[in-house]
């Protein structure tokens, strides 16, 4: 038996949940700057003034209602991968030399370099995929190009203790703090693998 006092739980139908029924301060910040949902966006819904609010405005009525239609995309539908003729890409070099063939303008940030190596430093590490993954789009711009990104990597910081091991064996930044809480401190600790 739960010594805990009992709770309600109220569902809610669908109708309930729209922003019509929300109080009137949730609804109104939101509709006055004419922000939408993160669907809404997504989908390319645009806020417009509507003819009444455009009228409304001629006669000084300070109205806030704000209209979405939906604005279609000029662009063309790709295919399906069921129909496309195209094999499949199936290794990760494979994979990282269609994104360096996809995107040219990675030519002209290895150009702007001129040489020199891309600085990099990391904050809540992990597993350094940004660098596992910028090391793989140097070597597939150096097999397209002859040129690829350097980089150097200038620090990492890593709460956890495995995760901190595992980034002083596979990469050896020259510095590896501890917590990305103390960076904007005087002072930071540091890890040493012993």
Known sequence: MSQHAPYHVRTLSRSQTRPEHLPPMARTKKEEKGQLSLTGFVKGVKPVKSAAKKD???????????????????????ASPDESDLPPINTIPAIFSDVVERIPELKDVSDHLNGRKLRVATMCSGTESPLLALGLIGQAMKDKYGSGLEIEHVFSCEIEPFKQAYIERNFSPPILFRDVCELGGEKALVYRYI
């Open 56 to 78: 409304s405005d001629d006669e000084g009525d300070d109205s806030d209602t704000v209209e979405h239609e939906l604005v279609v995309s000029k662009k063309p539908s790709k």
